[in-house]
């Protein structure tokens, strides 16, 4: 096919060492046909620019460039920054095309810059509405962009696919792709293959169907749709792949709750082999989480591996037809999802070479998968795992733990890892040379409680079945310091033959950046400690680092300017980890701001950031709580159904959003109701809830706070008086 043989061709030049930059190869992208297919199959060609979300289809985030390196590293300074117009999560990977940079922010905002100097050249703003932020489950965060021809593609929180003209920010074409009255988002980066611009969407967590679909990146028109679970009203003219899903859900529950809808959502990974033309897709987790609730047998417990949840798909990407998949939690209950990073590699194991795909989804093990088949090669625990003592190496399959399926027992179980996972949507980079995955990876287990009489709200709030504030208790900080003592954050230096670390570096919190390895046998990653840091790929030794003033969660990238190579990250703590987590436990070593900025960095920088501004918090000042304890108890299991999520089980909020122990509205039962009830903020993402709690049900969760900041003013009171 025409693929293939553009991909062959970028082959024969890349052996023959004709080239070293791809737009030489094929074609500047600032005239004639800008992006191409030849170029986005050679792009490894390319070590100049940056042109896809992984820089090659293969998603290793490998650069060759090597004129930073182990020797001068220490050199390398800040050439320039640019302050964002978001005080939210930045999560993008830079999109660098001939000198010039792209970027997405949250609120999905586009912006462009050139590479060298930091000019600043167009931006644009797609107006996401602000109560739009309810409907996502991580953050109003985007993870970039890509781009073919002359435009650039992102898409957008609220739901919509924008195609951009790349040399002045004006729109070509926008298209809706999910049905905008449930809560569908969109935050991950879309990926193009021969003119098709593949994008998937987020929602699980709040009852969607999950599907990817791709677009005719000329005017946006849907091209094809893989759905990635069953119809609940599926009839016999389904695709087969999908009639044999249906034979691992219990079918009549999906007929019967529309607000279900199965999950399986496609909101980040995805590579591609040309020559094979398989685009692999990671899918999500179940809606709900409890798979008692979203597929029960007769007994009322969970039955069914529930296909294809949690699973690596592999489709022709030319069609969107099935072709393979593999499970990696069959029966998933725990929110782990596979829609974590893909990487291909071709690799030698058992005397062979084999064409692969590795993962290290949120289950903990990481997996050695033939691309070709999707047959199960190898699997290990690369963090501290529970829920299973091991994959069996015939089936491919989890030898689980009974204990913690609490689907079955109805008990809660704490379980590692949690939901957040052993890694998350941060990408891992590969090194050839080194033959090592870096994995930024982290421990925090969580406890799984059932939620008893479980219903599915379509309108708000999390439809997971299990209560999300059962950990809140004890007040004493007792349960919190355990919690505290159990965080891990590390970054994984992972041998994928052997199936074990080479080396590990401890990080002082969890969620820290994506990852770069470069030919200067670097790797880079920024920190929960606002760090951004460079590491030898080959001993873990920290050889630089530069204090970024905020938590760098995002993945850096590396490119040349007239010969001179820059390393660029985009900076701003946020995401998942930031809002959900107890705050005191984020806070505990040093407070973790939002200072939302890219970061660029040259050998013999001497650029400076503003002085870093202090991180004012305001103090505990409760009213008194009065109310009854069964109020309270009302307002807990709402507050860990609504409001958990976004601020923090226990109340104790983040440094991102507010802390409701501080609120101003806490002491006036009129503006808490304003605010909850009747949208006052909406624009600034808080929505109105009234569609699904009552105003009693939300008076008994500000008592509920009121409560909680009362406990820990008289914590703090007390660790005062125990320091004098």
Known sequence: MTLRRWAAGAALLLSAGALANCSQIFGSGESGEGITTAMLVGADADSANWISHGRTYSEQRYSPLDAVNRDNVGQLGLAWSADMDTARGQEATPLVIDGRLYLTTAWSKVKAFDAATGAKLWEYDPEVPGETAVKACCDVVNRGLAAYGDKLFFGTLDGRLIALDRNTGKVAWETVTVDQSKSYTITGAPRVIDGKVIIGNGGAEFGVRGFVAAYDA?????????????????????????????ETWNMDVLRESDAIGGGGTVWDSMAYDPDLDLLYIGVGNGSPWNRAYRSPGKDGTGQGDNLYLSSIV????????????????????????????????????????????????????????????????????????????????????????????????????????????????????????????????????????????????????????????????????????????????????WDPVAQKARWTVEHPGPWNGGLLATGGGLVFQGTTGSEFNAYDAGTGKKLWSFA??????????????????????????????????????????????????????KLGGKATLPAEPALAELPLDPPPSTASPEVIALGQAKYGRYCAVCHAPGAVGSTVLPDLRRSGALENAAAWSAVVHDGALKDSGMASFKGSLSKAEIEAIRAYVIKRANEDKALEAGKKIARR
């Open 218 to 246: 000329n005017d946006g028109k849907e091209l094809w749709k893989f759905y990635t679970v069953p119809e609940g009203k599926q009839g016999p003219d389904a695709p087969a792949y999908l009639q044999k899903a249906a």
């Open 548 to 601: 970024a003033q905020t938590g760098v969660v995002a993945p850096p990238v590396t490119y040349t300017v007239d010969g001179e190579q820059y390393v660029a990250v985009l900076a701003g703590w946020g995401g998942a980890y930031a809002l959900s987590v107890d705050g005191d436990l984020i806070k505990r070593k040093a407070p973790v701001r939002n200072v939302s900025r890219l970061l660029v960095f």
């Open 314 to 493: 592999a489709v022709r990407a030319s069609t969107g037809e099935y072709v393979w998949h593999y499970q990696t939690t069959p029966g998933e209950t725990w929110d782990f999802t596979a829609t974590q990073h893909i990487m291909l590699a071709d690799m030698e194991i058992g005397g062979r070479m084999r064409k692969v795909l590795m993962q290290a989804p949120k289950n903990g093990f990481f997996y050695v998968i033939d691309r070709e088949t999707g047959k199960f090669i190898s699997a290990k625990p690369y963090v501290t795992v529970n829920w299973a003592t091991g994959i069996d190496p015939a089936t491919g399959r989890p030898i689980e733990n009974p204990e913690t399926r609490v689907d079955k027992t109805g008990k809660p179980a704490l379980v590692t890892p949690g939901a957040l996972g052993g890694h998350n949507w941060h990408p891992m980079a590969f090194s050839p040379k080194e033959k090592l995955v870096y994995i930024p990876a982290f421990e925090a287990g969580m406890m799984y409680a059932p939620e008893a009489n479980w219903k599915p709200d379509r309108n708000r709030g999390f439809n997971v079945g299990f209560n999300l504030g059962a950990g809140d208790l004890p007040p004493d900080g007792g349960f919190r310091k355990q919690v505290a003592g159990s965080l891990r954050g590390m970054l994984v230096a």
